[in-house]
C-alpha cells in the first residue's frame, strides 16, 4: 500500500501545546487570519477567505496577550486549551515505571499520527499506522502485535485503546501504571472512615470504658460502622482488622491493661519528640510530686509512706528544693470522730500541702545550710561551684552545702492540689515568678523533673534498707519498724545525697553541643559555667516575706479576740484594739474580713495584717498556757475528735486545750510502771502458783477462783518473758510438779484480755523523746483516734 508524505501532524489534542506552524487559522482582534510564515518571533498573518481585513506581521508576544486570540479549527471554531501535564506527577514514581510510560507515549503517539514523535520532517508513516489508510481498531491490533512481538508484553489491542484514551485525558500521566504508583497508606486497603472509626472507639474505650479484649471492639465497630456509615461501607475480617491494629501502634494484647495504664500511653504524644531547653538558670524550673518508695516511722509508731515534692532546674539539672512529708493513711472513725473532722474542713490522711509548696520556693532563694552529720565532701566550699565569688556576694554560701541558689522565672506545674490552691499562685506572684501549668495527664509536659524522680527513686531510694517498691508486685516483706528511720533522719540523708551524690555526678544531658566527644559535666559545673554569665543575686528573705508564702484566710476580730479554726486568738499587748469589732473595708470575696496568716505547722499563733499601716500583728492561742508546748493542727484534730467522743462540743476550744494537754503530758511521761498480771478465768495457772484445787462435787452454787491458793507474786522477780509456755491450758488440768513450775513470768501490761493495758502504748510511748510532731500520733495511738487529715481549705473568710 503507498503511502504520501505527511510534513505535520494534524492540529488535535496530540500536537505540540504552543506550537503555530502555516496554514494555521487564528482569531485576533475580530478577524480570522491564516497564518503565512514565521519568522523567528513574527508571525505573518494573511485575512482569511471571507474577511476584508489587510495583511499583517505581529510580535507573537502581542498575539498571544490579546484577550481574542484562538487558535481555529477547519470548520472555524477555536480549540480548546488542554492543560498542561502535571510532569511533577511523574517525580513520585519508580524508574522503572517512568520508564514504561514514556515507551507506551511513544507508541501512543504513532498510533494516534501514523509517525514516532521526534522524527524528520517528511518522513512517511510505517505499515499499518497511516491513519489515511487505516481505522484506528486496525491500528490498536498492529501496535498490540507488535508490543507483543517485540518487548514481550501481554498486551491486547482493546489496552492500546485504553491507554490511548488515557494519554489524551491526563497525558503522559495517564499511562502510568496506577498499581506500581498507589500510595501506601497504613490503613493499606480499609476504608478511611472505618480506620478513624476504629480510633475513636480505642481511644473512648481507654479514656471511659472498662478494659475489654480486641474482639468486643471489633463487634463494636461494626455495629457503630453500620449504623453511622451504613451497610454499603465495608469493615474488614478480624484478622484484617488485627493487622490494622498492628499497623496503627496498637498492641490488641494491651487493650486489657488496668485503666490508668491505658490513659497513660494514650496521653504519650507523637514522635518526632522534642527536647526542653533553657538557656541560663532558673529560665524554666519544674515542680512535681511522687511517692519517695521508701518506709518511714511515722507519728503513730506504724511504718508510713514518704512523699518527696522538687524543683528542678532544666538548665542545669539541679535539685535546687526538696521537702520531705510523711503519708499517714486515715482510719475508720466512728460518727463522732467524724463529724469533729469535717466541722474543722479536714479530711482522711496527710502527705504535703500548699503551705509546703511555697515553702519549697523559699528554699529555693536561700543556700541549703549544713546540718549536723553532713559529710565535709559535702559543702560548698569543696564542691566545683564557684565558692569564692559566690561568698563575695552572699556572706550565707559560708555554711552552705553543695547546692546552687537559683531564682527561678517560670515554673511548670501538674494540676494537683498542692498546686492548683490560691496560695501557691499568690507565693508565686510575691516572688515575681511566672507559672505555667502543664496539660492535664500529660507529663511529657515536665518530663525532666518526672525523669529526675526515677533517678533519685533508683540511686537514693533503693539503697535505703525501708525500700518498697513502685508498687505491691516488687514489695517484698513487711519491713520491722524497729528498723526504720525517722522522717526527719531521711530527710538528713535525702539532702546530704543530694549536695554529694547529685550535683556532683555527670549528667549525659550536660554535654557540650559544640564538643560532644567531651565528657559530661555535673549540674555543679553548669551552674559554675552559666553563672558567670547569668550573673548571681542574692535575695535575703525576712520575717514579712516568710508570712507572705504562708496561707491566706480572712476572719473578723471580736471582742474575745480571732475566731479561727474552732479557736480564739488574741494579742495581749493590745494591738488589736484598733481593729476589735472594726470591718476592714475589703469587699468582695473577702467580705469585710482581715488578712490573716496561719502556718498549719505552728497554729499556736496567726499573724493579721492591718491592710491601713502594713503593720503585721501577731496573736496567740488564747488557751496556750494550757498545753505549755508546740503542736500541731493534726494534733489538735486528734483532741477535738476525742472530746467530741467524750460528748464534748467540737467549739469547745478551751476543753479541747486541756485534752490536748492530757495527751501531751501523758506521751511525755512514758510508759506507766507495771501492775499485777489480770487473766480471765480458765486461762491457765499463775507463775509461782500451789497446786489448783479442784472443785468440790457438791458445791455447785460456788464460785470459781482461779487465784485460790496462789502464792503472793513477787514483782521485782518478774522476767522479760512474753509467752506463758504452758503444756495443759484447761482450767481442770492436773497439778504440775515442782519441776515443771519454770514458768518465766510474763509482762504485766502485755496481756490483750479484757481489762487489760494494750501492750504496745508504753513500748511507743518509751521511745518518745522532745515534744514536737510526732507526739500527736502517740497520743492518737492512746486513744485509737484517725490519723492526722489533710489542712483546712484556704482562703476563707
Known amino acids: ?25 487564528v482569531r485576533w482582534m475580530g478577524s480570522h487570519y491564516t497564518v503565512s510564515a514565521l519568522l523567528g518571533t513574527t508571525v505573518h498573518l494573511a485575512p482569511a477567505k471571507g474577511y476584508a481585513a489587510p495583511p499583517c506581521a505581529v510580535l507573537i508576544q502581542f498575539l498571544a496577550a490579546a484577550e481574542d486570540f484562538a487558535v481555529l479549527d477547519r470548520s472555524g471554531r477555536p480549540l480548546s486549551a488542554d492543560p498542561l501535564p ?90 502510568v501504571d496506577k498499581r506500581r504508583s ?22 473512648r474505650q481507654a479514656k471511659e470504658e472498662a478494659a475489654t479484649d480486641a474482639r468486643a471492639l471489633f463487634k463494636k465497630l461494626r455495629r457503630v460502622a453500620k449504623a453511622t456509615l451504613g451497610p454499603s461501607v465495608k469493615v474488614p475480617k478480624d484478622p484484617t482488622l488485627y493487622a490494622l491494629l498492628k499497623r496503627l501502634g496498637i498492641d490488641a494484647l494491651q487493650l486489657r491493661d488496668p485503666t490508668r495504664r491505658r490513659q497513660d500511653r494514650l496521653n504519650r504524644p507523637a514522635p518526632p519528640f522534642g527536647v526542653t531547653t533553657a538557656l541560663a538558670p532558673g529560665e524554666l524550673v519544674q515542680i512535681d510530686s511522687t511517692a519517695l518508695d521508701v518506709k518511714v516511722l511515722g507519728d503513730d509508731g506504724r511504718a ?50 500548699a503551705v509546703d509548696a511555697s515553702l519549697l520556693l523559699a528554699l529555693c532563694l536561700v543556700p541549703a545550710p549544713m546540718r549536723p552529720g553532713f559529710d565535709a565532701a559535702a559543702s560548698a566550699a569543696r564542691s566545683d561551684l564557684p565558692y569564692e565569688e559566690l561568698l563575695e556576694v552572699d556572706a550565707r554560701m559560708e555554711q552552705a552545702a553543695a547546692r546552687p541558689v537559683i531564682m527561678p522565672e517560670t515554673i511548670v506545674i501538674d494540676h494537683g492540689t498542692v ?82 551524690g547529685w550535683q556532683a555526678r555527670p549528667h549525659e544531658e550536660l554535654r557540650s553541643p559544640y564538643e560532644p566527644n567531651l565528657p559530661p559535666l555535673t549540674p555543679n559545673q553548669m551552674y559554675a559555667a552559666s553563672v558567670q554569665a547569668a550573673g548571681y543575686l542574692p535575695i535575703p528573705l525576712g520575717f514579712a516575706d516568710y508570712l507572705q508564702l504562708l496561707p491566706t484566710a480572712w476572719v473578723g476580730v471580736r471582742d474575745d479576740g480571732i475566731r479561727f479554726r474552732n479557736r480564739t486568738y488574741d494579742n495581749y499587748k493590745g494591738e488589736l484594739e484598733e481593729v476589735r469589732n472594726q470591718p476592714s473595708g475589703l469587699k468582695g470575696k473577702k467580705k469585710n474580713g482581715w488578712e490573716l496568716r496561719y502556718n498549719p505547722y505552728t497554729p499556736e499563733q496567726v499573724w493579721l495584717r492591718d491592710h491601713r499601716s502594713g503593720e503585721w500583728i501577731t496573736a496567740v492561742f488564747k488557751y496556750q498556757h494550757l498545753i505549755g508546748a508546740p503542736w500541731t493542727q493534726h494534733l489538735w484534730d486528734t483532741a477535738a475528735a476525742e472530746h467530741v467522743a467524750r460528748g ?13 494537754a492530757d495527751l501531751l503530758e501523758r506521751a511525755g511521761r512514758g510508759p506507766d510502771e507495771p ?16 497446786h489448783w484445787p479442784a472443785p468440790a462435787s457438791g458445791d455447785e452454787g460456788a464460785t470459781f477462783d482461779p487465784f485460790a491458793g496462789a502464792d503472793p507474786l513477787d514483782l521485782d522477780a518478774l522476767g522479760p518473758l512474753t509467752v506463758l509456755d504452758l503444756d495443759e491450758p484447761s482450767m481442770y488440768a492436773p497439778a504440775p510438779s515442782p519441776a515443771e513450775e519454770e514458768i518465766a513470768a510474763g509482762p504485766t501490761h502485755g496481756s490483750h484480755a479484757p481489762g487489760g493495758a494494750d501492750a504496745d502504748e508504753p513500748s511507743l510511748l518509751a521511745d518518745l523523746g522532745d515534744l514536737d510532731d510526732s507526739l500527736d500520733s502517740a497520743a492518737r495511738l492512746l486513744l485509737d483516734l484517725p490519723a492526722e487529715t489533710n489542712p483546712p481549705q484556704e482562703d476563707t473568710p
Open 675 to 690: 501492775g499485777v498480771v489480770s487473766l480471765p478465768d480458765g486461762y491457765g495457772p499463775v507463775p509461782g502458783s500451789a
Open 648 to 660: 464534748g462540743r467540737h467549739t469547745d476550744d478551751e476543753a479541747i486545750a486541756q485534752v490536748l
Open 1 to 25: 500500500m503507498s503511502t504520501a508524505p505527511i510534513t505535520r501532524p494534524q492540529v488535535t489534542g496530540l500536537a505540540p501545546r504552543g506550537i503555530l506552524a502555516p496554514g494555521d487559522q
Open 419 to 500: 498546686f492548683a490552691g490560691q496560695t501557691f499562685f499568690d507565693a508565686c506572684s510575691y516572688l515575681g515568678i511566672s507559672v505555667r501549668p502543664a496539660r492535664k495527664r500529660t507529663p511529657t509536659d515536665k518530663a525532666i523533673v518526672e525523669r529526675t524522680f526515677e533517678s533519685i527513686k533508683s540511686l537514693f531510694s533503693q539503697h535505703v534498707n525501708s525500700y518498697t517498691g513502685r508498687d505491691f508486685s516488687r514489695r517484698g516483706k513487711e519491713t520491722d519498724p524497729d528498723r526504720l528511720w525517722t522522717l526527719s533522719e531521711l530527710d538528713d540523708l535525702l539532702q546530704e545525697w543530694i549536695a554529694v
Open 182 to 203: 498507589r500510595k501506601v497508606t497504613v490503613h493499606g486497603r480499609t476504608d478511611a472512615r472505618v480506620v478513624d472509626l476504629l480510633l475513636a472507639l480505642q481511644e
Open 304 to 353: 508510713t509512706q514518704v512523699e518527696l515534692t522538687a524543683a528542678i532546674d532544666v538548665h542545669t539539672r539541679s535539685v535546687i528544693a526538696a521537702v520531705l512529708r510523711a503519708k499517714t493513711a486515715g482510719r475508720r472513725r466512728t460518727r463522732q470522730q467524724t463529724r469533729a473532722l469535717l466541722s474543722t474542713n479536714t479530711s482522711a490522711g496527710r502527705a504535703t500541702k
Open 86 to 175: 502535571n510532569w511533577s506527577m511523574m517525580e513520585g514514581v519508580s524508574p522503572e515505571c517512568a520508564s514504561e510510560a514514556r515507551t507506551w507515549r511513544r507508541h501512543i503517539i504513532e498510533v494516534d499520527t501514523g509517525l514516532l514523535p521526534e522524527v524528520p520532517e517528511g518522513s512517511t508513516p510505517r505499515e499499518g499506522y497511516d491513519p489515511a489508510h487505516f481505522t484506528l481498531v486496525q491500528r490498536y491490533e498492529r501496535k498490540a502485535a507488535e508490543l507483543r512481538a517485540v518487548l514481550g508484553w501481554k498486551v491486547s489491542w482493546k489496552t492500546v485503546q485504553r491507554k490511548r484514551l488515557a494519554f489524551k485525558r491526563d497525558d503522559i500521566w495517564g499511562l
